[in-house]
């Protein structure tokens, strides 16, 4: 590129002289052609950075693309697992626990140290560099739930475990053999007292049989009283641990002590009519955590269904009780 020159008209010599310009006029017009320069080559990079690709850069994008994709796919799978987890955990607390009768574990035990998972809702806004938080942090969730799921079976193991000693402990059978059973006198719930004539409510079942027939445990446990108990006559109770316990009453005789330990099945009295009874029979309560239960519910092992339903239709249409 030629050099610009520069002339002057003299009027007092009626020339043109030239012109020379001084060393800073010199520097700044150096610097501005370099920055012309550099601008020019500036916008010409970035017209070819954003309209051709250079194969580097292409490539980049393209991995770029590709890891954001993944990091996607990955996101969506964690919230796949998340939600298995946490119906997992679901099933814990209302299935498995309830059979093993375990209490189910709160979600402060479940997620310590985490935040609650709604927070990992909203992802689609969020930069490359939220989102491998974001999946970070649900890889801490997930990780919790693997572990706290794998306790809680864990406990679950050992509760199984110890489910065939419990079985043996909650009164399962009918304390008087079917075959020595006269009728079914009275069931559970609200019946006429057989001396006042009022309502009442009676807290077991009454089954009549003759004087002298055999009375059977109905689970392992200890007798915890045998002797005489007012308007129950003749009774013994057995504390059978888990918090169940039975009490046989008005009976001919007892044939346990106060301290025995008992196993279902075993003979502990006869059927009488003591205390306060209108005739012969067994008065049977099952008491879970000290409140009545029906002792209905506790005959599945050695009644069959057609057997058990007859049962209940003889209880709940026995109108009156026996004491």
């Known amino acids: 590129m030629s050099r610009k020159v520069y002339y002057r008209f003299n009027t007092v010599t009626e ?25 020019i080559g500036g916008f010409i990079l970035l017209l ?24 996607t796919d990955l996101d969506r799978r964690l919230d796949a697992s998340i939600a298995v987890m946490e119906a997992i955990a679901d099933r814990d607390n209302n299935f498995y626990r309830v059979i093993m009768q375990a209490e189910p574990i709160s979600d402060s035990r479940r997620y310590a140290g985490l935040e609650n998972s709604s927070v990992f809702r909203q992802l689609n806004s969020l930069n490359d560099a939220g989102l491998v938080t974001e999946i970070d942090n649900k890889m801490d969730m997930l990780d919790r ?19 065939q000693d419990r079985l043996m402990h909650i009164p399962s ?3 008087v053999a079917e075959s020595s059973l006269r009728k079914m006198a009275s069931g559970y719930g609200y019946r006429v007292d057989p001396v006042y004539g ?29 002797g005489w108990n007012q308007g129950y006559g003749n009774s013994i109770d057995i504390n059978h641990g888990y918090d169940y316990l039975t009490r046989y009453a008005h009976l001919s005789k007892i044939m346990v002590k106060k301290g025995q330990d008992i196993k279902r099945g075993d003979l502990i009295g006869l059927v009488g009519n003591t205390g306060k009874s209108t005739g012969p029979h067994l008065h049977y309560e099952v008491r879970f955590k000290g409140t009545p239960q029906n002792p209905v519910r506790f005959y599945f092992q050695d009644l069959t269904p057609e057997q058990y339903n007859d049962l209940i239709h003889e209880a709940e249409n026995a109108s009156h009780v026996m004491d």
């Open 15 to 39: 020339t043109y002289e030239r012109v020379y310009p001084t060393r800073r006029q010199r520097i700044i017009a150096a610097i501005k052609q370099t920055f012309e320069g550099l601008s």
């Open 48 to 71: 070819l950075y954003y309209w051709i690709d250079l194969p580097r850069e292409k490539r980049l994008r393209e991995e770029n693309t590709h890891l954001r994709e993944q990091l």
């Open 145 to 163: 739930q693997l572990y706290s799921q794998i306790q809680s079976f864990d406990s679950l193991r050992v509760i199984a475990s110890e489910q």
């Open 173 to 175: 059978i009918m304390p």
């Open 198 to 226: 009022s309502g009442k409510f009676h807290e077991g079942m009454d089954f009549s049989a003759p004087i002298g027939t055999p009375v059977y445990a109905t689970g392992d446990g200890k007798v915890t009283d045998a």
